[in-house]
């Protein structure tokens, strides 16, 4: 990626689609293989591409993003902040990790508002963010960083959003891919994210998991 962000904190690593094979795998009964699923900030589609489903999209502000994308995804250049490309109440299910936390408050209502607008009813928003409750001593070492979540302001927010919170974990994965340095073997290294995101022991962990219904 030409990007400087991507080229400076979003750095490639390999070893994330293991990570995001498995967080699929985590996800997959929220995500029916008939649904309309769309990445939201893909970066560099680990998720999408791990995704089965009946359409795929992804949208990311970077235009180098596109080549990362496998030919059954659609991809728009695009801020999340403006969807117009999506009709409402077209998808199934939406999917952001690490995105929120880029926003501050005036443009963060403005975003969960589009979210809500392309979603069902009875559509699923999944997030992955940063809990600042776990990870306050290096939230900002990512310069672009402008609004806190904890797990219970994150819920709040979306519930003041006309979102109901049906799945939670307020530790799910470490903060970041290098956190939890993985075994060279890829059968390992699944078999340790597998259990890591299961087990109450979560050494290191920094990221949240909310999956929101739309009223």
């Not at 508002?113 to 559509?123: A, H, N, P, T, V």
């Not at 001593?137 to 003041?160: A, C, P, Q, R």
Request: aromatic share 14%; net charge positive; glycine share 6%.
């Amino acid at each position: 990626m030409k990007d400087p962000y991507f080229q400076s904190r979003y750095k490639f690593d390999p070893s994330r689609e293991v990570v995001w094979k498995e967080i699929v795998r985590y996800l997959k009964p929220f995500i029916k293989k008939g649904s309309v699923v769309v990445d939201l900030g893909a970066g560099y589609c680990n998720f999408i591409n791990s995704v089965t489903a009946k359409t795929k999209y992804a949208v990311d502000i970077s235009p180098d993003f596109q080549k990362f994308a496998n030919h059954d995804v659609k991809t728009f250049v695009s801020s999340v902040s403006n969807l117009n490309f999506l009709a409402d109440e077209s998808v199934d299910v939406a999917h952001a990790s690490n995105l929120l936390e880029h926003f501050d408050d005036h443009d963060l209502v403005g975003v969960i508002s589009e979210f809500g607008r392309i979603l069902k009813k009875d559509g699923l928003l999944i997030l992955m963010q940063p809990n600042f409750r776990y990870t306050y001593k290096n939230y900002f070492d990512d310069y672009t960083h402008k609004k806190i979540f904890t797990d219970e302001g994150l819920k709040n927010f979306l519930v003041s959003q006309d979102f109901q919170v049906v799945h939670r974990k307020n530790k799910f994965l470490p903060f970041s891919v290098g956190s939890l340095p993985l075994p060279g073997p890829a059968w390992l290294a699944k078999l340790l994210i597998r259990g890591y995101m299961v087990s109450p022991w979560k050494p290191r962990a920094g990221q949240m998991l909310f999956i929101a219904k739309k009223k």
